[in-house]
């Protein structure tokens, strides 16, 4: 029987709620809701992080972050640690990524990368034949110094010049090429939506920022929560006009439909190929943006819900009984992602994962072993600019629940944070910690939090006993003789 393929696709920065199929009216997903209805869309997928790094590294080794090493956004894999990828490699994949990948220098499995942000020179030299490498060099039209970093508006190259479309292109073509004797594993990693909040025409004419409908913003009654109260009283939040708000959304919705069209072009090389039923493709993004939601904008070292609620759509290879427009709403996490690729691909070394697999969704099985919480944290690291270093006191350390329809927020140095109904609140205006009503919900949470940290912490999670159960078997042996 042939091994199973698999495309990882994954956008930077996008929040579930920004697909049609999430049940968004404003924002234009075709392809996302197309492959949505032809596997499984998972509606309660959470990033492990609400950072790149740490993100992507619970993604690779299936583990989170504070056992795999990578708890701030500063810190990468670690060397002792094993990817999904080089498992796939070992049982013969050919492995390749396109895009986005934050896994330089190391290739961690993969025997090709292609790394095309700019600045790469096989991405430089299309720009040249294009006749587009000046206007790349310029800066987006709009600049707001009440932004700061976050320049907005058009970019002065067209969308199939962007890089996102220009990697989109690599993949297609190595779906073209590829030997279809040869399993594959191919990542694509979209930049956007991440900021700047700019964009390429022509789908910028999709949105009208005049019309556009935006994110809730804060409350009169609600307040801001304080850590990010403090990043915002130090000038990392500033308060933008409505008018700029409306562009920026407008910009991040029409990102949105550019990767989207992206993710159409990769599907249909794929039909084309007649590799579509024999091919898993996932859809997913490190992490979310808070896009005004809450009055803020980019995103921030706390597992809020706008940054760590991620898209996660399943197409899984056709089978007898693969499901197709499946809604599953029981919660899942970025570690469950190895060990499900893991699962499908025959080998044994899920067992390594701290994830569960998500395999039963995906091949019509009744015998779930379902999550009842999603985990997410987060370290931040301050740097010092007196020791030109980074203080590695814990300067804050998130940890977050989602269980039922609520949200547990904790931080190690400031104890309770948070508790938001996330069925009546999901924009987390509403902080219900010190609410007497919610003692009790409080209390429970609290304790699902802590046994959640108690089982994530499983230092001999996937090391090798075979030498203990091999000396186990010899003592039986010895003592039935
Ligand atoms: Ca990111």
Same mark, same amino acid.
């Not at 989207?260 to 997913?284: M, P, Q």
């Not at 091949?363 to 740097?383: F, Q």
């Given at each position: 029987?042939?091994?199973?393929?698999?495309? @990882?696709?994954?956008?930077?920065?996008?929040?579930?709620?920004?697909m049609?199929?999430?049940?968004?009216?404003?924002?234009?997903?075709?392809?996302?809701? =197309?492959?949505?209805?032809?596997?499984?869309i998972?509606?309660n997928?959470?990033?492990?992080?609400?950072?790149?790094?740490?993100?992507?590294?619970?993604?690779?080794?299936? =583990?989170?972050?504070?056992?795999?090493?990578?708890?701030?956004?500063l810190?990468?894999?670690?060397?002792?640690?094993?990817?999904?990828?080089e498992?796939?490699?070992?049982?013969?994949?050919?492995?390749?990524?396109?895009?986005?990948?934050?896994?330089?220098? #190391?290739?961690?499995?993969?025997?090709?990368? #292609?790394?095309?942000?700019?600045? /790469?020179?096989?991405?430089?030299?299309?720009? =040249?034949? &294009?006749? &587009?490498?000046? $206007? /790349?060099?310029?800066?987006?039209?709009?600049?707001?110094?009440?932004? %700061?970093?976050? #320049?907005?508006g058009?970019?002065?190259?067209?969308?199939?010049c962007?890089?996102?479309?220009?990697?989109?292109?690599?993949?297609?073509?190595?779906?073209?090429?590829?030997?279809?004797?040869? *399993?594959?594993?191919?990542?694509?990693?979209?930049?956007?939506?991440? *900021?700047?909040?700019?964009?390429?025409?022509?789908?910028?004419?999709?949105?009208?920022?005049?019309?556009?409908?935006?994110?809730?913003?804060l409350?009169?009654?609600?307040?801001?929560?304080?850590?990010?109260?403090?990043?915002?009283?130090?000038?990392?939040?500033?308060?933008?006009?409505?008018?700029?708000?409306?562009?920026?959304?407008?910009?991040?919705?029409?990102?949105?439909?550019?990767?989207?069209?992206?993710l159409?072009?990769?599907?249909?090389?794929? #039909?084309?190929?007649?590799? @579509?039923?024999?091919?898993?493709?996932?859809?997913?993004?490190?992490?979310?943006?808070?896009?005004?939601?809450?009055?803020v904008?980019?995103?921030?070292?706390?597992?809020?819900?706008?940054?760590?609620?991620?898209?996660?759509?399943?197409?899984?290879?056709? =089978?007898?009984?693969?499901?197709?427009g499946?809604?599953?709403?029981?919660?899942?996490?970025?570690?469950d992602?190895?060990?499900?690729?893991?699962?499908l691909?025959?080998?044994?070394?899920?067992?390594?994962? &701290?994830?569960?697999?998500m395999?039963? @969704?995906?091949?019509?099985?009744?015998?779930?072993?379902? %999550?009842?919480?999603?985990?997410?944290?987060?370290?931040?690291?301050?740097?010092?600019?007196?020791?030109?270093?980074?203080?590695w &006191?814990?300067q804050?350390?998130?940890?977050? +629940?989602f269980?039922?329809?609520?949200?547990?927020?904790?931080? +190690?140095?400031?104890?309770?944070?948070?508790?938001?109904?996330?069925?009546?609140?999901?924009?987390?205006?509403? $902080?219900?910690?010190?609410?007497p009503?919610?003692?009790?919900?409080y209390?429970?949470?609290k304790?699902? +939090?802590?046994?959640?940290?108690l089982?994530?912490? %499983?230092?001999?999670?996937?090391?090798?006993?075979?030498?203990?159960t091999?000396? $186990?078997?010899? +003592?039986?042996?010895?003592?039935?003789?």
């Amino acid at each position: 029987m042939p091994k199973e393929n698999f495309i @990882f696709i994954i956008a930077d920065q996008m929040r579930s709620d920004c697909m049609g199929c999430m049940g968004n009216p404003n924002v234009k997903t075709p392809n996302m809701d =197309k492959l949505a209805a032809a596997g499984v869309i998972f509606e309660n997928h959470y990033a492990q992080s609400p950072v790149c790094l740490p993100s992507r590294v619970s993604i690779y080794t299936g =583990k989170y972050p504070r056992n795999n090493g990578s708890i701030a956004n500063l810190v990468g894999q670690q060397a002792s640690e094993k990817s999904f990828v080089e498992d796939l490699a070992d049982m013969g994949y050919r492995t390749v990524s396109h895009g986005s990948n934050h896994m330089q220098p #190391e290739p961690w499995g993969y025997q090709h990368l #292609e790394f095309c942000a700019s600045g /790469s020179d096989t991405y430089l030299d299309f720009l =040249k034949h &294009e006749g &587009e490498y000046e $206007n /790349s060099l310029k800066s987006p039209t709009h600049k707001n110094e009440d932004l %700061r970093n976050y #320049e907005y508006g058009m970019y002065h190259i067209p969308a199939e010049c962007s890089p996102d479309l220009y990697n989109a292109a690599g993949a297609t073509k190595f779906i073209e090429n590829h030997s279809q004797e040869e *399993p594959f594993f191919l990542w694509l990693g979209f930049f956007l939506p991440h *900021p700047h909040y700019a964009t390429y025409a022509p789908f910028n004419e999709l949105y009208d920022p005049d019309e556009i409908e935006l994110f809730p913003g804060l409350s009169e009654n609600g307040k801001l929560h304080p850590y990010l109260q403090r990043q915002k009283d130090a000038g990392a939040h500033p308060d933008v006009s409505e008018q700029v708000l409306r562009e920026i959304t407008a910009a991040y919705y029409a990102n949105i439909s550019l990767i989207d069209e992206g993710l159409g072009r990769v599907i249909r090389a794929l #039909e084309e190929k007649g590799s @579509f039923d024999n091919t898993h493709i996932i859809f997913t993004a490190d992490h979310g943006d808070f896009t005004g939601t809450n009055g803020v904008l980019n995103k921030g070292s706390i597992p809020a819900e706008k940054l760590v609620h991620v898209p996660m759509i399943w197409k899984p290879v056709k =089978k007898k009984n693969s499901p197709h427009g499946i809604r599953v709403s029981s919660y899942t996490e970025h570690v469950d992602l190895a060990p499900t690729i893991l699962d499908l691909a025959t080998s044994d070394q899920a067992r390594r994962c &701290e994830g569960k697999s998500m395999a039963s @969704f995906l091949t019509g099985d009744t015998d779930l072993d379902k %999550r009842d919480s999603a985990y997410s944290e987060i370290c931040h690291v301050l740097y010092d600019d007196k020791s030109q270093a980074y203080d590695w &006191e814990l300067q804050s350390y998130f940890s977050s +629940l989602f269980m039922d329809d609520w949200h547990y927020l904790h931080s +190690l140095t400031e104890g309770d944070c948070a508790l938001y109904n996330m069925r009546d609140d999901r924009q987390e205006q509403f $902080n219900r910690i010190a609410d007497p009503e919610c003692r009790d919900i409080y209390l429970q949470m609290k304790d699902a +939090l802590l046994n959640r940290i108690l089982s994530n912490n %499983r230092p001999a999670q996937g090391h090798d006993f075979s030498s203990w159960t091999q000396r $186990n078997e010899h +003592l039986s042996t010895l003592e039935s003789s």
